[in-house]
């Protein structure tokens, strides 16, 4: 089917930027099929979370505790999506995790997830 492949992540201090990259691969079918695509994150102890997505016709959402500091962009031919996070915040910790969906909304794929760690 579809293998979401993660890159990207690592350590920051704050207020300093990271950048991260999915790459979906896989059957031309599914991976052709391809409507959404975004960035998730789960911190420990807390709930999976929405970050960023984007359909492929150029929507994108922010959850609001992210909106003006991280910016998400997408390449439609390369079925990649790419995620900008700058000013950086010890709370924007966690693992950041990429999910695709052929329909215009949803989570049918996921990545295995990168670790993005803030430091105060």
């Known amino acids: 089917q579809v293998q979401l492949v993660e890159s990207g992540g690592g350590l920051a201090q704050a207020g300093g930027s990271l950048a991260l990259s999915c790459a979906a691969e896989g059957s031309d079918f599914y991976v052709n099929s391809i409507n959404y695509m975004g960035w998730y994150r789960q911190a420990p102890g807390k709930r999976r979370e929405l970050v960023a997505a984007t359909t492929s016709g150029g929507s994108a959402t922010y959850a609001d505790s992210v909106k003006g500091r991280f910016t998400i962009s997408r390449d439609n031919a390369k079925k990649r999506v790419h995620l900008q996070m700058n000013s950086l915040k010890p709370e924007d910790t966690a693992v950041y995790y990429c999910?695709?969906?052929?329909?215009?909304?949803?989570?049918?794929?996921w990545g295995q997830g990168t670790q993005v760690t803030v430091s105060s």
């Open positions: 999910a695709a969906d052929r329909a215009s909304w949803g989570t049918e794929f």
